[in-house]
């Protein structure tokens, strides 16, 4: 039979075992005020620990100096410098050099450039895909591998090139291994493409693929049935709402060809709201 724990042992196994705390039989209001709690406690049968002496001070101020408000989270102290800066950027310049400065984002760490975007920056249509791949990352611009390629003949289809459309992505530096950005990383990218959207100030938003349409369209559903519809983009800065809309990533339209005829349809959209009969 195995002897019995002291009790230093017993407390060592069970912070080991991750019990931090001990509590009584009964619940006590901790809202209330100290002597109403002592009195609750001694009713459920707990004793809690009695008031330190006062030494005839009840009525001097108290000389302890007080006590610094917590500091918020490292993810909370992140996505409040890319507010800041962000909303302190007056163009797309400004910008870039905002987030060359910002290391908020721990993609930063792992990449090779920073990936703004490409166009023009007064263009009326704007094109936000999902995240730089290894060939973005290397020239420092977006959509310039194989699906870039698709993009700029899906935009010659239309009549539009880079020089009348702006493109970005939802994060400006390549995740490792092409994997899908986080939800924080693109939470803390998110106010520079708010500010991004607002400086363009384009008349059509153009989500390029479900990730991006579900950031920028605040939809919880699928590309599949995202695509055709239109949808207000608006935000406190903007002269007034953006018509926004989501297509088929071009990535994917490569492995899905059999997808290339609702895409067409969506460019055609585009084409005609950007000119009307």
């Not at 994997?179 to 008349?203: G, H, K, S």
Request: with cysteine.
């Amino acid at each position: 039979m195995a002897e019995p724990l002291s009790s230093r042992e017993l407390l060592e196994w069970y912070l080991e075992a991750g019990v931090d705390e001990t509590i009584g039989d009964a619940p006590v209001n901790r809202y209330l005020d100290p002597p109403a709690i002592r009195t609750a406690a001694s009713a459920a049968g707990n004793s809690p620990p009695p008031a330190p002496p006062s030494h005839g001070m009840e009525d001097a101020p108290s000389t302890a100096p007080a006590r610094p408000p917590a500091k918020p989270a490292a993810a909370d102290q992140a996505l409040q410098s890319a507010c800041a800066l962000a909303a302190a950027a007056m163009t797309v310049e400004e910008l870039r050099r905002a987030l060359e400065g910002f290391d908020g984002c721990g993609l930063k760490k792992t990449a090779t450039n920073l990936v703004l975007g490409d166009g023009n920056p007064e263009a009326r249509v704007i094109l936000i895909g999902e995240a730089p791949g290894a060939e973005e990352d290397r020239q420092g611009l977006p959509f310039v591998g194989a699906s870039g390629r698709l993009l700029d003949r899906m935009l010659g289809s239309i009549g539009l090139d880079r020089t009348q459309v702006y493109i970005s992505n939802t994060v400006f530096w390549r995740p490792p291994g092409n994997r899908n950005p986080t939800t924080m990383e693109m939470a803390v990218c998110m106010p520079f493409v708010e500010r991004l959207i607002e400086l363009v100030d384009p008349e059509i938003l153009v989500a390029l693929g479900g990730a991006a349409a579900k950031v920028l369209l605040a939809q919880n559903v699928g590309i599949g049935k995202l695509r055709g519809r239109w949808f207000a983009y608006s935000t406190p800065r903007l002269p007034r709402p953006v018509e926004a809309t989501a297509v088929f990533h071009p990535a994917y339209l490569l492995r899905s060809a059999a997808h290339k005829g609702e895409a067409w349809r969506d460019l055609l959209e585009i084409k005609r709201k950007l000119n009307p009969l």
